[in-house]
């Protein structure tokens, strides 16, 4: 029988459809690791208070032990009859040890309990999910330097602008998930782990007994909050947790995008191999890019959960309220979704190749150059708004009259101005010159590019 923990002021059992509809155990039982090790601190507490004596405790710890050992090699198997993964592991504690077993809820609540499970799950996710970040920047960083010498067509509102280097593209997104690196980290690092608050109010077990010290995030100690009810009420590091995710999905979203561009006919820029895209039933000759589509989709269900909870916080008062088991469904979800992008993203992108000869005729397009030509009347003293007027201008001429600036004359030239020379056209026309005539700012991305690639 799945017992309550509750139930002695209650004159009649629960409505099935109450039960239905408030149990959580088909969610939070991906809790289960969390509660069994937030259950053995907390006997060593009880222990200290004199509330078990050894004997008690050491039947307890190697309940909980046994139980931990189950969920590690994958047999646990939970009981949907039970209301939440807490008085599931409860009753199995109290099989496993008899009488001892009732003492382990003493000075305890679920809101302490859950609390502390979710901060727990929580910063094992967000370094599991921060090493795929790493991933993936190795990935994308190995791609660059495998090809480093394509060059590309840089776009602003998706019309060419200026030509880039590959790394220096990639390089963007780098920077992105070196950003997400350190949003996850600081997410992880901003959670209080507590134990001991009770319901709300705290418990008659001096709180100095519960000493989270010994757990660390990377080299940090984590930070307990000082406040019995924030304890059990606080869910701020769900919801930096989920703007972090939503941060790092709108990131690969858009990474996502740029390959589904380049894919298509008429970019015709990457292939990706046949085992990371799809076919048509009906179209044969399809082979279209689903995986970067549903990177590019989940977004949706991404930035949703963290509204979902944000939304969900936003009316409660303090402390515990049921509300907040909701949390949970969001959270995971974000964290799976996440997690299984990023891991097939690495292996996509080990899985692309470039096809040059398209992306070259691609740099042909004279009005690529256009900024590079101003510069270049910048740099022979003319004032800049006059310079962008005379490029302005031979552009509408080139494209009016359809002619290839290149081929112009001397003398056709120096109609524009007389340091726009066929010789210095030629040369600002052509895509090497034009990415190695700029600043530093790209060299430092390509050195950071480097710089992933050797960490590994
Ligand atoms: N399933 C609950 C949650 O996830 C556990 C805490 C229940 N506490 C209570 N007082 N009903 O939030």
């Not at 009316?315 to 907040?324: E, T, W």
Request: glycine share 4%; proline share 2%.
């Amino acid at each position: 029988m799945a017992k309550k923990l509750w139930g002695g002021r209650f004159s009649k059992g629960t409505h099935k459809l109450v039960e239905e509809f408030t149990n959580s155990i088909h969610f939070d039982q991906k809790l289960a690791k969390y509660d069994v090790i937030g259950s053995l601190a907390h006997i060593d507490v009880l222990k200290k208070a004199r509330l078990l004596n050894s004997s008690e405790h050491s039947k307890i710890k190697s309940a909980l032990n046994s139980i931990l050992k189950t969920i590690e090699n994958g047999t646990f198997k939970i009981d949907p009859a039970f209301e939440d993964i807490h008085s599931y592991i409860q009753q199995l504690v109290e099989t496993k040890a008899g009488k001892a077993g009732l003492k382990l809820h003493t000075c305890r609540s679920r809101n302490d309990q859950v609390a502390f499970d979710v901060k727990a799950y929580t910063i094992d996710n967000l370094f599991i999910t921060q090493k795929l970040v790493d991933d993936l920047t190795i990935a994308l960083s190995k791609l660059a330097s495998k090809n480093k010498n394509i060059v590309l067509p840089g776009f602003t509102h998706l019309q060419h602008a200026i030509p880039v280097g590959l790394a220096q593209y990639l390089g963007a997104y780098v920077e992105m998930l070196n950003r997400d690196h350190v949003r996850l980290y600081n997410a992880a690092k901003n959670i209080r782990l507590t134990l001991g608050a009770g319901a709300l109010a705290g418990t008659f077990i001096p709180s100095a007994n519960y000493n989270l010290k010994k757990y660390k995030v990377q080299l940090h100690s984590i930070e307990s909050t000082k406040n019995s009810l924030d304890a059990v009420s606080d869910r701020d590091f769900v919801i930096e947790s989920l703007n972090a995710l939503a941060t790092t999905a709108m990131h690969i979203s858009r990474l996502a995008e740029d390959m589904i561009l380049w894919t298509s006919k008429e970019f015709d820029f990457i292939d990706i191999d046949d085992a990371f895209c799809t076919g048509s039933s009906l179209m044969p000759q399809k082979k279209n890019p689903d995986v970067l589509e549903l990177v590019r989709g989940y977004t949706g269900r991404i930035y949703g959960n963290l509204v979902n909870v944000l939304t969900m916080m936003k009316g409660l008062p303090l402390a515990y309220n049921r509300d907040m088991q909701l949390d949970k469904e969001p959270l995971f979800d974000s964290f799976e979704i996440i997690q299984k992008e990023l891991a097939v993203l690495t292996e996509l992108f080990k899985n692309v190749s470039f096809k040059k000869a398209n992306i070259d005729a691609q740099l042909a397009d004279e009005s690529l150059y256009a900024t590079d030509l101003s510069d270049h009347l910048v740099q022979n003293g003319v004032a800049f708004k006059d310079a962008h007027k005379i490029i302005g201008h031979l552009i509408q001429h080139k494209l009016k009259n359809n002619v290839e600036i290149k081929s112009m004359s001397d003398t056709e030239l120096k109609k524009f101005h007389p340091k726009l020379t066929a010789k210095a056209v030629k040369l600002i026309i052509d895509p090497k010159h034009s990415v190695q005539s700029k600043n530093l700012l790209k060299n430092k991305v390509c050195e950071h590019a480097r710089f992933q690639i050797q960490k590994e």
